[in-house]
Each structure stands twice: as structure tokens, then as C-alpha cells.
């Protein structure tokens, strides 16, 4: 009994063609697979891009609102004009407190001088007594 038993019969040796015949399918099937992936992905960013840009749209209207009704606003016009009288009072303040310091510079001169004339009248009162009592020790009260 001869073994009529062939590897090769059992399964089937492909051929050049139908190697790179199934090659290519498989990466064909790859590229399909990857292709799928992408889209989803590029319309999953579609999707997201469009939500930014109408929040983007959304928070510039708000900023033009807050801008425009702001600066108008009667609170804000009552608060610029609350700042602009406290800038002038404290203008006025500021030249006050000068005022008030040239006139203690005056009054912190003139007490130095009253000072001085307090001791040298104080000393002429000595001496005047020192010569009285001198005086009259010598005619001999």
C-alpha cells in the first residue's frame, strides 16, 4: 500500500498572485478600518467645533451687551461723576494740607523766636534783680 498522503493536497499551496491577491485585501480592509475610525473622529470634532463657536458667538454678544449697557448705565454715569467730585476734594484737600504745613513751618518759627526772647527777657530779668539786690546790699538794707 502505497501513502498517496500530500501536505500540499490537504491545504492548498496559493500561489504569487493569490498571496499578494490577499495582501491587498487585508490591507484594504485596514485602510477601510482606519478610514471609519477617522471620520468618526472628524465628526466628533465637527460637532465639538460647532458647540465652540456658537459659545464663542454667545460670550462676544454678552461682552458687547456689558460693554455698551455699562459704560451708559446710570449707575456707572453716577459713579463717574462720584469719582470725578472726590478727585476734586481731595485736589482741594491736597492744597489745604499744604497750606496748613506753610502756615505750622510759620508758627513752628515764630515759637523758636518767642523762645529765644523768653530766655534773653528772662536773663535781663536776672540780671536786673541780680543788679538790684547787688545794689542794695551795697547801700545796706
Known amino acids: 500500500m ?3 498522503f500530500r501536505p500540499s493536497a490537504a491545504q492548498p499551496n496559493p500561489t504569487g498572485e493569490d498571496r499578494v491577491e490577499s495582501d491587498l485585501t ?3 480592509e485596514e485602510l477601510e478600518n482606519s ?3 477617522a471620520l468618526d473622529i472628524n465628526d466628533k470634532y465637527q460637532r465639538e467645533n460647532v458647540t465652540l463657536k456658537k459659545r464663542a458667538q454667545e460670550a462676544e454678544g454678552e ?3 456689558v460693554k455698551g449697557i455699562g459704560m451708559n448705565s446710570p449707575e456707572m454715569k453716577e459713579a463717574n461723576e462720584t469719582i470725578e467730585e472726590l478727585r476734586q ?3 482741594e484737600l491736597m492744597a489745604i494740607n499744604k497750606s496748613h ?3 505750622m513751618g510759620t ?3 515764630e515759637n523758636d523766636e518767642l523762645k529765644k526772647d523768653n530766655k534773653s527777657l528772662a536773663k535781663q530779668v536776672d540780671d536786673y534783680f541780680n543788679a538790684r539786690l547787688n545794689k542794695t546790699r551795697g547801700s545796706g538794707w
Open 2 to 4: 502505497t501513502d498517496n
Open 26 to 28: 487585508k490591507r484594504v
Open 35 to 37: 478610514l471609519s475610525i
Open 63 to 65: 461682552t458687547s451687551i
Open 89 to 91: 476734594r481731595v485736589s
Open 101 to 103: 504745613q506753610s502756615l
Open 107 to 109: 508758627q513752628i518759627q
